[in-house]
């Protein structure tokens, strides 16, 4: 069959309105942070382990000022990012104490995104994993024992409160401003 060109139809651009400029955006809130290595580069393994826990650590430090300043749906999602960073390749890492308490770090943070914005299963989930990884942190009691109270969980509250009281307290950097609302003592 011939087709003639006079009557060709031009092809329509199907791209979404909302994704353009899309990449352009992803790129302007993180070109700060360590251009000079992507994650494409392949890197000797515990030059990658550094990288990945430096990189989390930044992403983790814009999450918490982004939390400070109550821009919480932006700090969650750094945090969700810096854990990324973090849990990629976590299986080989796994035995790594500055993975661990990276990854700590990030989940109390995005426990607080949580807690600030009352999605209490979220908490007890973020809190949970917390507690598998360092049974003995203090504000994770105090987190997931907040959210079973607000949950109308009274003896599953009652009992991480319990095992907070029984735990000496290290400060967390995000939490001053919570405190009055935990009773935590920072």
């Known amino acids: 069959m011939f ?19 899309w990449e352009d955006f992803c790129k302007f ?16 393994e515990e030059d990658d382990v550094n990288w990945r826990l430096a990189t989390a650590a930044d992403v983790n430090r814009i ?26 390749k976590l299986y080989m890492y796994n035995r790594d104490d500055r993975v661990q308490n990276m990854r ?4 109390l ?7 600030h914005n009352r999605i209490w299963s979220a908490v007890v989930k973020d809190c949970s994993t917390v507690l598998s990884l360092q049974p003995q942190n203090k504000q ?8 079973y109270e607000e949950k ?22 995000v939490f001053p401003q919570y405190a009055p609302d935990l009773n935590l003592h920072v």
């Open 104 to 107: 700590v770090q990030i989940m």
């Open 3 to 21: 087709i003639d060109e006079t009557n060709a139809v031009e092809p329509i651009d199907m791209t979404p309105s909302w994704k353009t400029g």
């Open 152 to 173: 109308g969980q009274a003896k599953l509250a009652r009992y991480h409160f319990d095992a907070a009281s029984k735990l000496e307290a290290k400060p967390h950097k």
């Open 140 to 147: 994770a009691h105090l987190l997931i024992g907040k959210a």
């Open 63 to 88: 999450g918490c000022d982004l939390l400070n300043e109550k821009h919480i749906v932006d700090a969650l999602m750094k945090f969700d990012k810096a854990l990324r960073y973090v849990e990629h």
């Open 29 to 44: 809130k993180d070109s700060d942070i360590h251009a000079e290595i992507d994650e494409r580069t392949i890197l000797p």
């Open 109 to 115: 943070n995005r426990a607080a995104c949580h807690f």
